[in-house]
């Protein structure tokens, strides 16, 4: 499914459990926001353009399921709609690394036709340098590397990405100085390494 079928499927589903024009409108609002990140969030993890396709559009129909839940006394739109895409992600590991459920996907997927396959493939090339990093990152405590992924890679604010992860604002503004200054003194050794290594 791509982010266009999906956006028309959970347009089609909200309209169908009777949602007003205003819910359909709204979440219209909130996919076309969102869209773009949610799908750059993927292909930094994946550079299958069917897993950024389909992770995508797993997010945005979790999203139009729980459309109703959302709170935005918790967080803003974005925060949540990145923590639900990072709820996608999390269980798609899980699913992919423990080998379950690959035939049912596997036969209920539908192939991308070319010109989705080439646009997907653009922007999974444009996000390389974003993987990379988020490869390096590895190593972190996944909280910390969390929190460096919403804030610097997709550019969530750390208020957001707090919301997102469930810490407070100043836990993650901590995280996140301790994990730029980690990554500064490590970039700096790898650079080392690498203008040594060219010599």
Same mark, same amino acid.
């Given at each position: 499914?791509?982010?266009?079928?999906?956006?028309?499927?959970?347009?089609?589903?909200?309209?169908?459990?009777?949602?007003?024009?205003?819910? &359909?409108?709204? $979440?219209?609002?909130?996919?076309?926001?969102?869209?773009?990140?949610? &799908?750059?969030?993927?292909?930094?993890?994946?550079?299958?353009?069917?897993?950024?396709?389909?992770?995508?559009?797993?997010? $945005?129909?979790?999203?139009?399921? #729980?459309?109703?839940?959302?709170?935005?006394?918790?967080?803003?739109?974005? #925060?949540?709609? $990145?923590?639900?895409?990072?709820?996608?992600?999390?269980?798609?590991?899980?699913?992919?690394?423990?080998?379950?459920?690959?035939?049912?996907?596997?036969?209920?997927?539908?192939?991308?036709?070319?010109?989705?396959?080439?646009?997907?493939?653009?922007?999974?090339?444009?996000?390389?340098?974003?993987?990379?990093?988020?490869? !390096?990152?590895?190593?972190?405590?996944?909280?910390?590397?969390?929190?460096?992924?919403?804030?610097?890679?997709?550019?969530?604010?750390?208020?957001?990405?707090?919301?997102?992860?469930?810490?407070?604002? !100043?836990?993650?503004?901590?995280?996140?100085?301790?994990?730029?200054?980690?990554?500064?003194?490590?970039?700096?050794?790898?650079?080392?390494?690498?203008?040594?290594?060219?010599?």
């Amino acid at each position: 499914m791509t982010e266009r079928t999906a956006a028309a499927s959970t347009a089609g589903a909200t309209r169908e459990r009777g949602a007003g024009d205003g819910a &359909t409108a709204e $979440f219209e609002r909130l996919y076309r926001a969102n869209v773009e990140a949610v &799908t750059a969030y993927f292909a930094r993890r994946s550079a299958e353009p069917q897993v950024v396709a389909d992770l995508t559009a797993d997010t $945005f129909v979790a999203v139009i399921t #729980s459309f109703g839940s959302f709170d935005p006394r918790k967080g803003t739109a974005r #925060s949540w709609v $990145f923590g639900i895409a990072r709820n996608v992600y999390a269980a798609y590991c899980q699913a992919h690394s423990q080998q379950q459920h690959k035939l049912l996907r596997l036969a209920g997927r539908r192939d991308l036709g070319p010109d989705q396959v080439e646009e997907l493939l653009d922007r999974i090339d444009a996000q390389r340098a974003g993987r990379d990093l988020v490869t !390096g990152l590895a190593t972190l405590p996944e909280r910390d590397r969390a929190v460096v992924e919403l804030v610097d890679i997709a550019g969530l604010a750390p208020k957001e990405a707090a919301a997102a992860l469930g810490l407070t604002p !100043g836990a993650v503004r901590m995280r996140l100085m301790r994990t730029r200054a980690w990554l500064r003194k490590h970039a700096t050794t790898t650079d080392q390494i690498r203008s040594d290594s060219n010599d």
